[in-house]
């Protein structure tokens, strides 16, 4: 059964409607966490570290594709949504030739000052070697991946989720089957696993980018045109995502410093496999989230007030008990991660078991804080959007992590996380009223 953003939707629909999209990003994180756990397998736990010191700088420039992404999205929906399908396609086209230009800027950049990049997140002697291999190989190709972004927000615009869906599905064996051949069979080291990463990226941002040429109905490429308005209402709709992928990028560089300080690069690799775990429940949050947000902009600029009153409703209930589903069977599952990644008679492993059940707590609130801020951006409003985002991703864990490892050390940062998220569900709370008397949808 087909459905599109312009259909009035049950909670069924809506399911199946962002089901590609969680999928999707799923598989979009299985690139970071196989990379991690054959990494942390056969090259040790230091180049485990290494990786994910290097990773915060991709992040970054990840972010920016985010924003345009989700933030465009909504925009172009929302117009799609009054009718105005030609300007649509023009500023999407916009937005693409945009990121291009983005992307070969921060392949310049990073090409001739790795090392000191390196250095600056937070690398030393021993780790600098793997930090440098893992980033310069994604930075010199980080094209792919701004595009496997990019795309994955923009099909669920084009009323083709599935397409995402399979084209995730198929990058993420890639690069699963490519871990293997190059870490395990052909001992690549970490190197392996940055170019399985970008291999794996670029199957969905080449059939991406193969769709939008191609098609000619709904959305599709067209004649860019210049608009500060598509810029301005991209950025200010994606702030939050993009601030939200910046946050979490530094706090990460801020944790491996004070994990470093506290207990040493074991500290790094255990903090590594709860990132792991989150990215993973993050990401299919962030994909139901993302995924109905179109279709939340389309009714929204159709003044289908009614309806999106319900349709909230309902998918604030169903992410509350999904939370509690997700929650509860992670710690369930918390030895048998921990033994997944390292060895059950090192030191890593016992403090990442101990790490990883503190953690957890974060994700009772973690699912209803990213749907939070996403309904904001898919109606419109960045600032309320942003202020959720970086309240949640930078503010609250930055005064935990200072404040909390003060007192207790190493157990303090791993506190932080689940704190700073509980703090912001008390602040999405206090928006409600907005969400009722402005926007009347609750």
Not at 76 to 86: C, F, P, S, V
Not at 258 to 268: D, N, T
């Amino acid at each position: 059964m087909k459905i599109n953003i312009s259909d009035q939707l049950s909670l069924k629909q809506l399911l199946l409607f962002s089901l590609p999209t969680v999928i999707s990003m799923i598989f979009m994180s299985f690139y970071t966490i196989i990379d991690g756990i054959f990494v942390a397998r056969y090259v040790g736990s230091d180049a485990l570290s290494g990786l994910n010191i290097a990773y915060p700088c991709y992040g970054l420039l990840m972010a920016f594709a985010t924003m345009f992404g989700t933030g465009g999205s909504a925009y172009i929906a929302h117009k799609m949504g009054q009718g105005k399908l030609t300007y649509a396609r023009q500023c999407f086209s916009f937005i693409f030739y945009l990121l291009t230009v983005l992307s070969l800027l921060a392949t310049f950049v990073s090409g001739f000052y790795i090392q000191e990049i390196c250095l600056l997140l937070g690398s030393d002697k021993i780790l600098l070697p793997y930090t440098v291999d893992y980033l310069s190989i994604l930075m010199k190709y980080n094209y792919v991946g701004i595009l496997q972004v990019l795309f994955l927000c923009f099909l669920a615009t084009a009323s083709k989720p599935m397409l995402t869906l399979w084209l995730s599905i198929l990058g993420g064996i890639t690069n699963i089957i490519l871990d293997y051949i190059f870490i395990v069979h052909w001992q690549w080291g970490i190197s392996g696993a940055s170019y399985a990463t970008v291999i794996g990226s670029a199957i969905p941002a080449l059939g991406g980018l193969i769709f939008f040429i191609k098609n000619k109905k709904g959305l599709c490429f067209g004649r860019p045109i210049f608009s500060w308005e598509a810029i301005w209402k991209s950025m200010y709709n994606g702030s939050s995502e993009m601030i939200s992928t910046v946050s979490v990028s530094f706090c990460c560089i801020l944790i491996n410093i004070a994990m470093m300080k506290f207990i040493g690069s074991a500290g790094v690799a255990a903090y590594t496999s709860a990132l792991y775990c989150d990215y993973l429940m993050m990401s299919g949050f962030f994909g139901f989230s993302i995924g109905i947000a179109p279709h939340i902009s389309f009714q929204y600029g159709a003044k289908h007030t009614d309806y999106l009153k319900i349709t909230i409703k309902k998918c604030l209930y169903f992410v509350f008990f999904a939370s509690l589903v997700f929650t509860g069977l992670f710690f369930l599952l918390v030895p048998y991660i921990t033994a997944f990644f390292f060895k059950d008679d090192s030191h890593v492993f016992n403090v990442a078991l101990f790490g990883l059940y503190i953690f957890g707590f974060s994700f009772l609130f973690k699912g209803i804080n990213i749907f939070g801020s996403a309904l904001f951006t898919a109606l419109g409003n960045g600032k309320i959007s942003a202020i959720l985002a970086f309240t949640r991703t930078f503010v609250f864990i930055l005064l935990n992590v200072y404040i909390l490892s003060y007192f207790w050390q190493a157990t303090g940062i791993w506190i932080a996380i689940p704190l700073a998220e509980a703090m912001a569900l008390g602040v999405f709370i206090c928006y409600f009223g907005v969400l009722k008397k402005h926007y009347k949808v609750l």
